[in-house]
């Protein structure tokens, strides 16, 4: 599997964005597909999920502001960034076949796309 991000880009605070992340070489909807976040000097941490079915998962900080959508068909998932604000600042990873033990999400077949830089200002 190959995940291509785009959608990253320069925002004021409060202002709005939406990552997409393609995924080629072979059907995805069976897994749970995902976007990670890494903040300078800080380790990649869990963003959103979304399962084949269509459940959705947030880390708090995002929530009521991100969602996270997939289309089968397209071999895409996709987040709109709402209300962003400078604490959203980092690098944007998608990922594919997550899976969650208890309250983290892990990457067990290590599959991430390129990443895309998101920069809110104040």
């Known amino acids: 599997v190959q995940l291509q991000a785009s959608g990253g880009g320069s925002v004021q605070a409060g202002g709005s964005l939406r990552l997409s992340c393609a995924a080629s070489g072979r059907a995805f909807s ?20 979304t399962s084949w079915s ?22 895409t998932v996709y987040l709109q960034m709402n209300s962003l604000k400078p604490d959203d600042t980092g690098v944007y990873y ?22 895309t830089l998101v920069t809110v200002s104040s």
Do not use: H
């Open 30 to 49: 069976s897994g749970i597909m995902g976007w990670f976040r890494q903040a300078p000097g800080n380790e990649r941490e869990f963003v959103a999920a």
């Open 54 to 75: 269509d459940s959705t998962y947030y880390t708090d900080s995002v929530k009521g502001r991100f969602t996270i959508s997939r289309d089968n068909a397209k071999n």
């Open 94 to 115: 998608c990922a594919s076949d997550l899976v969650r033990r208890g309250t983290r999400w892990n990457n067990p077949l290590n599959r991430w796309g390129q990443g």
